[in-house]
């Protein structure tokens, strides 16, 4: 199974800061990867998919990128509704599989 | 629009079969995928498999022999069964469809999800 290590696992960013959030794939799975939000007690929601596109009605302050097997998330400008767990997947290959998950909090 | 609406028992006993029901609407399961992803609570995110949209099935090994993905088109429902169930398998279960893009594969619509609990 292709393992996607993300990091970090937590994060406290200030409203406006820029945030990262990264995902390391174990092979190759060139643009087959996804983000999701979510807030609690809901269920994920689309931000991002085929690395850099965004899905229907995401902010433009979201945005995603690559280098080799490193995916990156990056919020522009963190607002508050933006608080929540995010999660990078890949599905390049069966089984589909998720990073463990980004706790983004208000510093 | 677009929904997906999982349906089932919130208490599975110990060693016995749990029986989950997707209901979608606002599109077809003879044109798109529709996935059961599990989340233990506070934990990442957990692909079980996958129903495609010709009606061939595909499972994470993780759950080989005791995960069965099935469905009945005619009620746009998707069926999930599995059985010896342990405390482990404590968690949410959602459905979600899957779609295409250039180059890429996403889960674009979830259900709300529903919480099972196996205990005695």
């Known amino acids: 199974d292709i393992q996607m290590t993300q990091s970090p696992a937590s994060l406290s960013a200030s409203l406006e800061e820029i945030v990262t959030i990264t995902c390391q794939a174990s092979q190759n799975i060139g643009n087959w990867l996804a983000w999701y939000q979510q807030k609690p007690g809901k269920s994920p929601q689309l931000l991002i998919y085929?690395?850099?596109s965004l899905a229907d009605g995401v902010p433009s302050r979201f945005s995603g990128s690559r280098s080799g097997t490193q995916y990156s998330l990056k919020i522009s400008r963190l607002q508050v509704e933006d608080i929540g767990i995010y999660y990078c997947?890949?599905?390049?290959?069966?089984?589909?599989?998720f990073g463990a998950g980004t706790k983004l909090e208000l510093k | 629009q677009v929904q997906l609406k999982e349906s089932g028992p919130g208490l599975v006993q110990p060693s016995q079969t749990l029986s989950l029901t997707c209901t979608v609407s606002?599109?077809?399961?003879?044109?798109?995928?529709v996935h059961w992803v599990r989340q233990h609570s506070g934990k990442s995110l957990e692909w079980m498999g996958r129903m495609w949209s010709d009606g061939d099935t595909s499972y994470n090994s993780a759950f080989t022999s005791r995960l069965s993905i099935s469905r009945d088109t005619s009620k746009s429902q998707v069926f999930l069964k599995m059985n010896s169930l342990q405390t482990e398998d404590t968690g949410t279960y959602y459905c979600a469809r899957g779609d295409y893009g250039y180059n890429s594969y996403y889960f674009d619509y979830w259900g709300q999800g529903v919480m099972v609990t196996v205990s005695s």
């Open positions: 085929g690395t850099t």
């Open positions: 997947q890949q599905a390049s290959s069966t089984p589909n599989t």
């Open positions: 606002g599109f077809s399961l003879t044109s798109y995928s």
